[in-house]
């Protein structure tokens, strides 16, 4: 049979689903998958295929059965492990390597990738990542918090650090704060603090949460110098194009199952008791 070069589209809750299913009845196979997991021959087939190119499943007399490899990739699951997960996936399935190579290849520029961009990229390097694969690729990447989506502009981009440098951080802060208030009305207006974020976790390649701990930081050493207000608590402004995903686990049942998590309103920024939506610089800090 001839090595097919795209990926077959397969979520990363069918890839649990199927290992789980795979060690609780010793075999898998289209008859058995369609059953288990209510969907037709021919996605059956896809969705076994695809594993067994992760290194998943083996065949064996046409049935799969489970390995080392997934047991243990279960076990990361079922402890919350998502980098090792991400590990696994690096080391053993292709397209998933050769989407992580095209963006850390980029880690040093501020702004991340579009979807064509990546796509033109594959293209360049001889690589199989078409639109479906990017997509696939992506949902993954992001509910495992190996990668961050801009929630406006919709660039993908690494995560690569988990701590910045304080100065690094507050001159960051005071560029990006720079520019995204020159669109307003006048200098030291108020900017929505969720656009703030995406712009410096892009520029900075850091997780959300990790710019919450830095502003906050900034914020309390700087009171006076930086400004916060709150917004209504319902706004228009809250919405964003895109939903922030993230991935729990949801229950250890025969077949184990993911809980994604979609949140489309964006947050701005708790101190002590208070939220904050909006943030004013008013002098160098």
């Given at each position: 049979?001839?090595?097919?070069?795209?990926?077959?589209?397969?979520?990363?809750?069918?890839?649990?689903?199927?290992?789980?299913?795979?060690?609780?009845?010793?075999?898998?196979?289209?008859?058995?998958?369609?059953?288990?997991?209510?969907?037709?021959?021919?996605?059956?087939?896809?969705?076994?295929?695809?594993v067994e190119k992760m290194g998943l499943l083996k065949n064996i007399d046409d049935a799969d059965i489970a390995n080392d490899r997934t047991i243990k990739f279960l076990e990361h699951f079922e402890t919350e492990q998502w980098d090792k997960t991400h590990e696994y996936?690096?080391?053993?399935?292709?397209?998933?390597?050769?989407?992580?190579?095209?963006?850390?290849?980029?880690?040093?520029?501020?702004?991340?990738?579009?979807?064509?961009?990546?796509?033109?990229?594959?293209?360049?390097?001889?690589?199989?990542?078409?639109?479906?694969?990017?997509?696939?690729?992506?949902?993954?990447?992001?509910?495992?918090?190996?990668?961050?989506?801009?929630?406006?502009?919709?660039?993908?981009?690494?995560?690569?650090?988990?701590?910045?440098?304080?100065?690094?951080?507050?001159?960051?802060?005071?560029?990006?704060?720079?520019?995204?208030?020159?669109?307003?009305?006048?200098?030291?207006?108020?900017?929505?603090?969720?656009?703030?974020?995406?712009?410096?976790?892009?520029?900075?390649?850091?997780?959300?949460?990790?710019?919450?701990?830095?502003?906050?930081?900034?914020?309390?050493?700087?009171?006076?110098?930086?400004?916060?207000?709150?917004?209504?608590?319902?706004?228009?402004?809250?919405?964003?194009?895109?939903?922030?995903?993230?991935?729990?686990?949801?229950?250890?049942?025969?077949?184990?199952?993911?809980?994604?998590?979609?949140?489309?309103?964006?947050?701005?920024?708790?101190?002590?008791?208070?939220?904050y939506y909006y943030l004013a610089i008013h002098e160098d800090i």
């Amino acid at each position: 049979m001839v090595e097919r070069k795209t990926i077959r589209p397969v979520t990363l809750r069918r890839v649990i689903e199927i290992c789980s299913l795979a060690t609780k009845t010793k075999k898998v196979n289209v008859t058995i998958t369609c059953q288990k997991l209510g969907v037709s021959p021919s996605r059956a087939r896809e969705i076994i295929l695809e594993v067994e190119k992760m290194g998943l499943l083996k065949n064996i007399d046409d049935a799969d059965i489970a390995n080392d490899r997934t047991i243990k990739f279960l076990e990361h699951f079922e402890t919350e492990q998502w980098d090792k997960t991400h590990e696994y996936f690096l080391a053993n399935y292709q397209f998933y390597q050769d989407f992580i190579r095209i963006l850390e290849d980029h880690i040093n520029e501020d702004k991340g990738l579009s979807m064509n961009e990546i796509k033109e990229e594959s293209a360049k390097l001889k690589l199989g990542l078409n639109q479906t694969a990017v997509e696939v690729l992506a949902n993954w990447c992001e509910r495992l918090g190996v990668i961050q989506r801009h929630l406006y502009t919709k660039r993908l981009y690494s995560i690569e650090n988990e701590t910045v440098n304080s100065n690094s951080f507050k001159i960051g802060l005071v560029r990006c704060y720079h520019e995204l208030s020159l669109s307003r009305w006048r200098k030291g207006s108020f900017v929505e603090i969720p656009k703030l974020r995406e712009t410096m976790c892009e520029q900075l390649k850091v997780p959300r949460r990790v710019f919450d701990e830095m502003l906050r930081a900034a914020y309390l050493e700087n009171v006076g110098k930086i400004e916060l207000s709150g917004a209504p608590i319902t706004t228009l402004a809250k919405k964003s194009p895109l939903s922030e995903k993230k991935m729990k686990l949801e229950g250890k049942a025969v077949i184990l199952s993911p809980k994604f998590e979609v949140k489309r309103e964006r947050e701005g920024l708790t101190v002590g008791r208070k939220s904050y939506y909006y943030l004013a610089i008013h002098e160098d800090i």
